[in-house]
Nanobody, 125 residues
Framework: QVQLTESGGGLVQPGGSLRLSCAAS????????MGWFRQAPGRERDFVAA??????KITAESVKGRFTISRDSPNTQALQMDSLRPEDTGVYYC????????????????????WGRGTQVTVSS
């Protein structure tokens, strides 16, 4: 069993940056595919970025060039978010699975078995 805990959300002005972290307990990140999803009010949960078991990174077109996913340590992954926009506002969820995925296969929410409770990100002036 894997427990995921997100941190680092908050309020930031447009153009600003935030760094989200996700800490895992129960199993190391080195054997997991890790991802980030976000959900705005009244909308479905959308894929943001993922890093698979081989270390390959997959990033949604809407955030490419602005957001970067990384593994900071065996048990911690992070999402660096730069040049934030109001449309980036939402609850950000960390997700994980022990399965391998590649490309678009890492972008589906059903790929992931484990989920954090989410952290709120608000981009507003």
């Amino acid at each position: 069993q894997v427990q995921l805990t997100e941190s680092g959300g908050g309020l930031v002005q447009p153009g600003g940056s935030l760094r989200l972290s996700c800490a895992a307990s129960g199993r190391t990140f080195g054997s997991l595919t890790m991802g980030w999803f976000r959900q705005a009010p009244g909308r479905e949960r959308d894929f943001v970025a993922a890093i698979n078991r081989r270390g390959t990174k997959i990033t949604a077109e809407s955030v490419k060039g602005r957001f970067t996913i990384s593994r900071d340590s065996p048990n911690t992954q992070a999402l660096q978010m730069d040049s934030l926009r109001p449309e980036d506002t939402g609850v950000y969820y960390c997700a994980a699975t022990g399965d391998y995925c590649s490309g678009g296969g890492c972008a589906g929410a059903t790929t992931y078995r484990y989920w954090g409770r989410g952290t709120q990100v608000t981009v507003s002036s």
